[in-house]
């Protein structure tokens, strides 16, 4: 059965228009607030001030656009409530996207001091392995920093012994080793209380964790939950700005579908008809 | 005695990690400390065997002429540039051998592996992970057609979290009532993922949890022998 279709240059062309508008002249669509989000919201919320937390980077710069305008709404966060953190990566990229993050925050905190209210003890290879071992004693996977200094020269990291001294585990994940292996060993073996990040694709195989067990509190998925977190804290961003372009690219996208079925139902009655 | 070793090696290892799971005490727990801590080890020493075998796949693509030799050529450029910029003048916090860099720090504005990191290889990565929109939407033009009563429920399924994951979704049914708000856009693709979806997710990863158990045990016993190599 012959039905027409629309050359795939034109749906390229449309999408790369649909997409570069928006940034270029902000519509500024209406946002609301889903539950997953707000339980991520509100670990942070609910943390104490002067709590230490890990925040592990498992992306690179593939999934950066998704992932870095969470951790940005993240950090912000905890430095807005005085949580120090710990950064760390499953993945080599990660440490720089960490730093990345870091350069960002800066200028907003000046006060912040790398050592007293965050450290970053870089990449360490083995996945679940090495998260496991963290959990049982911090020090014997970091002795340094990502730097090289001892990690006893660092304030922040004098009472982090393991999980027991972290009010929270977050993972930004992109793939394995990444969130999975954090909820398994830190939730699930050592009780301590988990969320994260994922890309939008990667969203369904990790919202099974987001349960009445609460194996993960919260989870933020795809820019829409950065957006989101941006709300949240009445901080448009990276997040904010980049709805409007996913939201034209997913309107085009629907279009060439209806147009696809359009053809074929057509055709199929064509073809009907010719019998 | 070649095969036997690594076996008895397999087995004692995959034992002593089961049982440090349920009996967490001394020497259990001691032993399985140390082969985590072993473990690693060898992580780190993969990452250099994984650089040696990159190496000699490309050099032996290169010699021999291979389709798309010319590929290897740039791999095997853009790492040698990479560790040696890395090496030479170290990363944004650290020194390399040949110091800071200061006067190419003057004239780059960072140093050149960050500079590389930032201008080059993130673009790039990011380049091929936004072709996929492009593939998406034209994947999706030609795949999501109603023909059967499964395609459809695809069809709609689709439709309404792409919908309902952007604010365009929020907006067009803004103004339905309270009542109707079980009809509002993100909150019907909320529920497509929080039931439909993750009930099929927890079937699927119960079967992967099953498999995973079944192949680990094969491996510890024995059975698969496939990691030894050879036939």
New interface residues.
Partial sequence: MARK??D?RW??LL??VG?ALPLIFVIG????T??NVRMVYDLVEETPSGSTVLISFDF??????ELYPMALALVDHCFQKDIKMIFTALWPMGV?MA?DVIDVLQEKYPEKEYGKDYVNVGF????I??V??MA??FR??YPTD???TPISEHPILRGVKNFDNLAFLFSLSAGSPGIKEWVQIGHDAYGRPTSGGVT?VS???I??YVNEQQQLTGLLA?L?SA?EYEYLLENPGLGTSG??A?????????I??I???IN?WRAKKAEKGGK | MNRKLPLIITFLVGIIVIVSEFIPHYPFGLIS?EL??W??II??F??ILGQLSLFKVNILKIKYKKPNWPYSVITLASFIIMVGVGILWGT???SGLAGNGQHIVAVMGSKPFDYL?HNV???L??T???LL??F???A???A????TFESNLL?IS??LV??G???????LT?WMPQTLNFLHL?KLA?FI??YP??AG??AI?IGAGLGIIGSSLRIILGIERSYLGGK
Wanted: net charge neutral.
């Fill in positions: 279709t629309i795939r749906i390229f999408i790369f997409v669509l209406p946002l609301e889903t539950e690179d710069p593939a999934s950066r656009p720089q730093e360490k290879a083995g996945g392995v090495t496991q071992a049982k004693n014997t996977v990502m730097n090289g939008g969203a369904p195989s919202l099974p795809g829409k957006a709805m409007d996913q939201s034209m690219a997913h309107l085009i996208i629907i060439f579908i147009i696809a079925n074929y | 400390s985590e801590n473990f690693l992580s780190g993969a990452i944004q916090d650290n990191f290889y993130q673009h990565q990011a091929m992970f936004s929109a492009f998406i939407a034209s999706a033009y030609r999501f057609i109603a023909r069809l689709a439709i792409m919908l994951n952007t604010s365009l979704g929020s907006f803004s993100p909320e993922m929080k979806t993750t997710q927890r990863m």
